[in-house]
């Protein structure tokens, strides 16, 4: 079993930040990649930023988001500056990992809402 867990949103003004925070637990043999989605009301799950071989920014939060990475403690955090209410969104984590005994997969947290408004 594996399971992620997410802390960190919350409701900020536009031009504020944020720092969301993920911690991996469980059953894991190796970390290939972590990284932040977000999906907002009627849209599509999108990445936002992920870190593995390379890290990769949407081109939306470029220069405002900055996404690391702890291997010793399996965490990945991202800090949110600039925040725009087109930022809002709930924000998932996700780790591309190497369970006990099993295959390559991709497992997801619960969700951390982030809400940006006046």
């Known amino acids: 079993q594996v399971q992620l867990v997410e802390s960190g949103g919350g409701l900020v003004q536009p031009g504020g930040s944020l720092r969301l925070s993920c911690a991996a637990s469980g059953s894991i043999f190796s970390i290939a990649a972590m990284g932040w989605y977000r999906q907002a009301p009627g849209k599509q799950r999108e990445l936002v930023a992920t870190?593995?071989?390379?890290?990769n920014y949407a081109d939306s939060v470029k220069g405002r988001f900055t996404i690391s990475r702890d291997n010793a403690k399996n965490t990945v955090s991202l800090q949110m500056n600039s925040l725009k209410p087109e930022d809002t969104a709930v924000y998932y984590c996700n780790a591309r990992l190497w369970s006990r005994g099993n295959s390559l997969s991709d497992y997801w947290g619960q969700g951390t809402q982030v809400t940006v408004s006046s």
């Open positions: 870190t593995g071989g390379s890290t």
